[in-house]
T-cell receptor, first 113, second 111 residues
Framework: DGGITQSPKYLFRKEGQNVTLSCEQN?????MYWYRQDPGQGLRLIYY???????QKGDIAEGYSVSREKKESFPLTVTSAQKNPTAFYLC????????????FGSGTRLTVV | SQQGEEDPQALSIQEGENATMNCSYK?????LQWYRQNSGRGLVHLIL?????REKHSGRLRVTLDTSKKSSSLLITASRAADTASYFC???????????FGTGTRLQVTL
């Protein structure tokens, strides 16, 4: 079955640690995205990539980093510079430049302990 | 930044009733999409309406778009308990592939 896999489902981070969230898709989609969801605020775009080895900042990129070395993979690193990382993180993909709909992963819930 | 604002923030209806959710946005769009999210899960794409379309149907879903008012509505007819979820509108502007999401409407359908 084609789809997007996010792992882990739950992640706990200590103060000062970097953590990496995994996102893998087997849909042969060119574009991939990372969103953050906080209660009552909808989804906010962190980073997106329309092609391998290229990515752009979204609205809230500070404290995050990404890479796109393979078409299938778009990992997100939450660095220690992100002061309030506790949130639900969603990865999505779409066919190409013109957006006819996203396919979402099931999300990773990150908690700072 | 949020492109869309949804109204109401929360809606509670009984099974069999119709549910209407509204979305307003700020800038010109290429298309507008609606998504559903069950609690703690990823979003699921429901329907897309292009800027040159005024109405689309998909099963029990009906979406309208009024570009002059920069607004859209999602109607779910004959609601079921399984329709309980949050519903988000999202817009595509220009040639960008990225979506900008609204704040969502939480729908509760009771038996």
């Amino acid at each position: 079955d084609g789809g997007i896999t996010q792992s882990p489902k739950y992640l706990f981070r200590k103060e000062g640690q970097n953590v990496t969230l995994s996102c893998e898709q087997n849909l042969n989609h060119d574009a991939m995205y990372w969103y953050r969801q906080d209660p009552g605020q909808g989804l906010r775009l962190i980073y997106y990539s329309q092609i391998v080895n290229d990515f752009q900042k979204g609205d809230i990129a500070e404290g995050y980093s990404v890479s796109r070395e393979k078409k299938e993979s778009f990992p997100l690193t939450v660095t220690s510079a992100q002061k309030n990382p506790t949130a639900f993180y969603l990865c999505a993909s779409s066919i190409g430049k013109v957006n006819y709909g996203y396919t979402f992963g099931s999300g990773t819930r990150l908690t700072v302990v | 930044s949020q492109q869309g604002e949804e109204d109401p923030q929360a809606l509670s209806i009984q099974e069999g009733e119709n549910a209407t959710m509204n979305c307003s946005y700020k800038t010109s769009i290429n298309n507008l999409q609606w998504y559903r999210q069950n609690s703690g899960r990823g979003l699921v794409h429901l329907i897309l309406i292009r800027s040159n379309e005024r109405e689309k149907h998909s099963g029990r879903l009906r979406v309208t778009l009024d570009t002059s008012k920069k607004s859209s509505s999602l109607l779910i007819t004959a609601s079921r308990a399984a329709d309980t979820a949050s519903y988000f509108c999202a817009t595509v502007t220009g040639t960008a592939s990225k979506l900008t999401f609204g704040t969502g409407t939480r729908l509760q359908v009771t038996l």
